[in-house]
């Protein structure tokens, strides 16, 4: 089992920055693929961005590329998310996931690809 908790969330001014935090621990071993997902009210949930912790490949949506970072500590098993230049409609729950295996290119923005999941951490973005 594994288990991922996100922190990090909180409010900002349209254009402001965040970085989330994604601890894991338990049998970390067995997953190497940590993706970052988010879900706004009533639309669905959204891969954003995915580190494969093992090769370091990192993969994004195309809305996010430029302004957000993907990046990890093998110390503290913790993978962090920078998401810079934040807008409004970016307000959403964030969560973070983890995969058995490493990730995969035409899988990584896809729920099914993921095995544990975090409880969320909320970004409101204001204008």
């Known amino acids: 089992q594994v288990q991922v908790v996100e922190s990090g969330g909180g409010s900002v001014q349209d254009g402001g920055s965040l970085r989330l935090a994604c601890a894991a621990s338990g049998e970390t071993y067995s997953t190497s693929c940590m993706g970052w997902f988010r879900q706004a009210p009533g639309k669905e949930r959204e891969g954003i961005a995915a580190?494969?912790?093992?090769?370091?490949?990192?993969y994004y949506v195309d809305s996010v590329k430029g302004r957000f970072a993907i990046s990890q500590d093998n110390v503290k098993n913790t993978v962090y998310l920078q998401m810079n230049s934040l807008k409004p409609e970016e307000t959403a729950m964030y969560y973070c996931a983890a995969g058995l295996g490493g990730c995969s290119s035409g899988s990584w923005g896809f729920t099914w690809a993921y095995h544990y999941w975090g409880q969320g951490t909320q970004v409101t973005v204001s204008s």
């Open positions: 580190i494969d912790t093992v090769r370091g490949n990192k």
